[in-house]
């Protein structure tokens, strides 16, 4: 049946409320496997990292440069085997690594600049599998075998995730004027210019801290090498030495000779499709003037024309110690590199940024460094809980004693507030990994005060229409229009300024912020489609007009107002022109 002209269709309301929590925990239970909010670190127990760049101008990075080395720091994190890490940025400067658990000694030294270096085959390329056999290893004492063949096209994914199906090859760009005076570099087998010969002590592929590693010490290695276990926060190698190393994917490990090019000297790389070929996406790589020399010299003394054979035509790129591309030289190259093979948009643009800022593209000097234990994180949980408790059952009984059967409704509203709040975190902590700290629950916490004021500020309307005289049928209309807009106003105010502290601060600040300006939002949502709607339904029950049932007080001394019938407002009328009519007789 529909309702009386005047006579607010609440039915609509409640469905619409109820549609509402019907779709959102359907995401909640049906959709991901977890079904609780995820929790910050100050909550679980973690390290949380505050990485600050710095430039050599003095100058905020650029948001391109900033984002790039957030990149490849999360790919380190990744590569510590830590579930659930977040790396993020944070205003203009800062990175933010947050792990859980006891990884955070790893974490610390995330931020420390990388190595990206030009290393030459010593044998073939393996599966990470596969033990070095008499064929493939070499010979202790002996320089680079030259009879070894590595397949056109094997080596490393030129990108993370890609199978080694993606690798590529070197072609020869167009040949370029370079400069002559190259920073000596090692060809395969030799140490590197400017240091000694590699030593004979030290951890293999660890550089004995600083020693360099043999070529009997890698090849030991090799065969004990588990491609499934890198570690990133390993002693960094050093460039004239031998190391063992696998690819990002895991997939393939090599043995490499000391590095040939430095990563400090690639000028650019930069991915672009071959719109006049048929190799697709392809990665253009530009070296400084020295480094262009020493690359000259090298590629046209190992290619695949001049030894078709050798292992050392295929050169890798290191960063942080794994393979992230092992193409082949195809001729002399004196310009422009041109790395080609299966890339798709996605792989060559990765390869590129690698390329290009595989030492992070800042310097980062560490800001901030806090480690919870899971002990105290979880006091701090239940510290927070016990206050948000409190603070609802202050409300609880102050609304109980003062508004009586409405403190019923404000203690309804609560509960459902709640409950659209839990739905809202688990789906923001799958969609775009909010996690609640201590900070936030903060937020929650005074919001619980801005959601019961929406309900102060429309009973205490209702209250002034009773008490003028009004029936509560009448009373709930009038008080709703003139409070909406004061409760509208309140939020709008309190989630603009939640607004500009999340955009403004920075740290725990921000998670205050946004659950403030959440928990505002979400108010509004209750009250329109629940609140109202509800006492729309009470004012129509006789038992709740009573005054020592509804607390809104006593009726005043006036008569109440009453809507006037036919006759009364014909009579009314017929006096008012019998006055007018005397008036003007008056005036005569």
């Known amino acids: 049946m529909a309702a009386p002209p005047g006579q607010l269709r609440t039915g609509r309301y409640f469905a619409a409320l109820l549609a509402t929590f019907a779709v959102l925990y359907a995401l909640v239970f049906l959709v991901g496997s977890e079904n609780t909010p995820r929790l910050g670190l100050d909550l679980i127990g973690g390290t949380t990292v505050t990485l600050q760049a710095e430039t050599a101008d003095g ?28 790396v993020v940025t944070e205003g203009d400067t800062n990175i933010v690594i947050s792990v859980p658990g006891d990884d955070g000694e790893q974490a610390k030294q995330l931020g420390q600049t990388a190595q990206l270096r030009l290393r030459p085959l010593v044998t073939q390329p393996l599966p990470a599998g596969q033990v070095p056999t008499t064929e ?174 050798d292992p050392a035509n295929l050169v890798a790129f290191t960063l942080d110690g794994q393979v992230i591309s092992a193409p082949e030289i195809q001729g002399t190259i004196q310009g422009q590199t041109s790395i080609t093979g299966s890339f798709s948009e996605d792989t060559a643009r990765d390869l590129a940024n690698s390329l290009k800022y595989g030492s992070l593209p800042l310097t980062f000097s560490q800001g901030n460094a806090e480690t919870v234990s899971a002990e105290l994180g979880i006091e701090q949980l239940r510290a927070g809980l016990i206050a948000g408790g409190i603070g609802v059952v202050l409300v609880f009984v102050y609304t109980m004693l003062y508004y009586r059967l409405l403190g019923l409704v404000t203690i309804a509203s609560l509960l459902l507030s709640g409950a659209l709040v839990y739905a809202v975190l688990v789906i923001l902590g799958r969609q775009i990994g909010f996690t609640l700290t201590l900070a936030g629950i903060a937020g929650f916490i005074v919001a619980i005060g801005i959601t019961a004021d929406s309900f102060v500020v429309f009973f205490e309307r209702l209250k002034d229409e009773v008490q003028e005289g009004r029936s509560m049928r009448s009373a709930v209309p009038r008080a709703w229009v003139r409070a909406r807009r004061t409760i509208l106003s309140a939020d709008a105010v309190s989630f603009l300024a939640a607004a500009i502290l999340y955009f403004l601060a920075i740290g725990a600040v921000k998670g205050f912020a946004f659950t403030l300006g959440l928990s505002t939002l979400l108010d509004l949502v209750i009250v329109f489609l629940f609140t109202h709607p509800l006492v729309s339904v009470l004012a129509r029950k006789k038992g709740f007009s009573s005054p020592r049932f509804s607390g809104l007080g006593q009726l005043t001394a006036a008569a109440p107002v009453e809507e006037p019938t036919s006759g009364a407002r014909e009579r009314a009328a017929a006096r008012r022109r019998a006055s007018a009519t005397a008036s003007t007789g008056n005036e005569a």
Do not use: M
Not at 62 to 84: D, H
Not at 256 to 276: H, K, R, S, Y
């Open 59 to 86: 100058q905020p990075p650029t948001a391109e440069s900033l984002e790039l080395a957030r990149q490849i720091i999360e790919r380190r994190v990744n590569g510590l085997g830590v579930a659930e890490a977040e």
């Open 136 to 309: 493939t290893a070499v010979p202790t004492g002996s320089g680079v075998p030259t009879g070894s063949a590595a397949p056109t096209g094997t080596g490393a994914s030129a990108g993370p995730g890609t199978s080694t199906e993606s690798a590529a090859s070197f072609a020869p760009g167009d040949p370029t004027t370079t400069d002559t005076s190259a920073p000596g570099s090692a060809a395969p087998g030799s140490s590197a210019p400017g240091t000694s010969a590699p030593a004979t002590t030290g951890a293999p592929g660890s550089g004995g801290g600083g020693v360099p590693t043999t070529l009997e010490e890698a090849q030991a290695q090799l065969g004990t090498l588990d491609c499934s276990r890198q570690e990133v926060g390993a002693p960094p190698e050093q460039p004239e030495s031998y190391v063992a190393a696998c690819s990002t994917d895991g997939s393939t490990k090599y043995l490499l000779a000391p590095a040939i090019i430095e990563g400090t000297n690639v000028d650019d790389a930069n991915a672009t499709f071959d719109t006049q070929g048929l190799q697709g996406w392809i990665v253009l790589l530009d070296f400084d003037g020295g480094a262009q020399s020493t690359w000259a010299q090298y590629t046209s003394e190992h290619n695949v024309t001049v030894t078709p054979s």
